[in-house]
């Protein structure tokens, strides 16, 4: 079986609208995915016999049981989605989607049926968060739906060392329809926009302005301060594109934390919850409340934000999420958690009794003194260890003294990560920090149980863990 990704061939411009495409198969081919041409076309009513020849090639490496993931909306309307859709289903390939923009919801009755139907054609659909889980399957969308949290953001340069200021960036359509909010904006709030406004906004004077930068290159640039996420009026319930990011993760978002800025969010968007759990910035009712809260921030609570979008911007620049979204095949398929050994040493009575009970392994490398030292290399190896986890595997963690506590320790900050239930054994080695999830000794008394190799795989397989919320 193989895997496969829609790669959109459109313009390939300074504006935000084919980055989150592009990032997706980037990250996707990163970990095995293999690209397949996904051409954006004007002629609105091709003939239906042309679309299919033209899939005869573009499909002619694929073969029955492979996945495709394709990216939608494709911006080529439904008819022809629909068109490939089936001509794929014939071939026995199994369509899967990331659901980058719900039209239904920014558009309403118009296009609600013919989107809907769409989705409930593929096999499962992965989406930003739960509020757009939530909705789709309120309107009959019964198919398996992965959540992705949080759009992953690529860059080809590194993030700048963020400082306390009072300042703010704002990176998004500069329209007055999307951001309206820019015609009213007061002087004495300092702001730095990027992109080209109309001459009306320029005139104002009201804000700094930098010219467009290619998306990949623009997390370098963003410099001090706070990114604020933010669409529609003052107040965003006010406008319909305010209203919809209750429901969509805004991509802005991403930018910014591939940044390490800490961001400013309306309280009631869908990725208001994010910033909150990881606390990553603030949460404000309305642009109103901005002087306020600009004044009274401290240098202090900045470092302590700004030190958690470091840890998000080291996952998003990797891809993390779609990763995680990507690779989980179980969740794609409706299948069943699974369990994960984790171990430098298979040779351990442990280690053998989760093999024979079917433990999936993934061995730790040896990782160079160099990787250890820089904790973003660190982040990302183990990362890459635990790719394909997802929520509710069992992670077996064994301990052992050939590597360094600090591999141990992040290995078990990514299971967690993964939303994994993590069980780890220091029985045979002496660990310097406090357990990232439950001991193994302590489950085998909770459940008393003896200490040999059937028990210990009895164990394993009874463990049962307590479902707590966790970053």
């Known amino acids: 079986m193989s895997y496969w990704v829609f790669d959109h061939i459109e313009v390939d411009d300074y504006l935000a609208f084919d980055k989150p495409k592009r990032d997706v198969v980037t990250f996707a081919t990163a970990i095995g995915w293999q ?6 076309t004007a002629w609105s009513d091709e003939p239906e016999a042309s ?14 049981g492979d996945t495709v993931l394709h990216q939608v909306p494709s911006y080529n309307g439904y008819r022809y989605d629909e068109i490939v859709l089936d001509e794929m289903t014939q071939r026995g390939l199994i369509n899967v989607a990331i659901v980058h923009d719900l039209e239904s919801i920014r558009l309403g009755e118009k296009v609600l049926e013919p ?3 769409l989705l409930r054609q593929f096999k499962a659909i992965i989406v930003h968060n739960q509020r757009m889980k939530a909705w789709l399957e309120q309107h009959q969308v019964m198919v398996p739906i992965i959540v992705l949290d949080v759009f992953d953001y690529r860059s080809s340069v590194p993030a700048p060392t963020q400082q306390f ?5 704002y990176a998004g359509s500069l329209a007055p ?5 820019l015609q009213s904006w007061s002087p004495a709030l300092n702001l730095t926009v990027y992109g080209n406004p109309n001459q009306t906004l320029r005139n104002q004077q009201a804000f700094a302005i930098h010219p467009p930068v290619h998306g990949d290159i623009l997390p370098g640039i963003m410099q001090d301060g706070f990114g604020l996420v933010w669409d529609g009026d003052i107040q965003p319930a006010d406008n319909e594109f305010g209203r919809y990011t209750r429901m969509n993760n805004p991509h802005k978002f991403s930018l910014y934390m591939a940044a390490g800025l800490p961001v400013i969010v309306w309280s009631e968007m869908a990725i208001a919850t994010v910033v909150q759990r990881h606390q990553l910035g603030y949460v404000i009712n309305s642009l109103t409340d901005l002087p306020a ?11 302590k934000m700004q ?3 470091q840890a998000m911007s080291m996952r998003v620049r990797n891809g993390f999420y779609t990763k995680r979204g990507a690779i989980n095949d179980d969740d794609l398929t409706g299948g069943a958690g699974m369990n994960w050994l984790v171990t430098s040493d298979t040779t351990s009575n442990l280690a053998q009794a989760a093999l024979q009970r079917q433990f999936a392994l993934r061995p730790v490398p040896t990782i160079p003194t160099a990787v250890i030292a820089q904790e973003s290399l660190l982040v990302a190896t183990a990362a890459g260890t635990l790719t394909g ?17 600090e591999v141990w320790w992040q290995l078990m900050r990514s299971a967690y990560d993964w939303h994994a239930r993590v069980l780890v054994d220091d029985r045979s080695h002496q660990f310097s920090r406090p357990i990232l999830g439950e001991r193994f000794s302590e489950v085998l008394t909770k459940l008393d149980l003896k200490d040999d190799v059937l028990q210990d795989a009895l164990a394993l397989l009874k463990w049962e863990f307590n479902d707590i919320e966790r970053d």
């Open 307 to 309: 030190a958690n979008a």
């Open 293 to 303: 809260l600009l004044n009274t921030v401290t240098a202090a609570s900045y470092r």
């Open 115 to 117: 989107e809907l139907t």
């Open 165 to 169: 200021a009072r300042k703010l960036h």
């Open 389 to 405: 986890m997802q929520r509710g595997d069992v992670v077996l963690i064994i301990l052992s003294d050939d590597q360094p506590d």
């Open 51 to 64: 679309i299919r020849a033209r899939l005869i090639g573009v499909l002619a490496a694929t073969q029955a």
């Open 35 to 40: 690209k397949l041409p996904y051409f954006i």
């Open 177 to 181: 329809e999307k951001a309206p909010f």
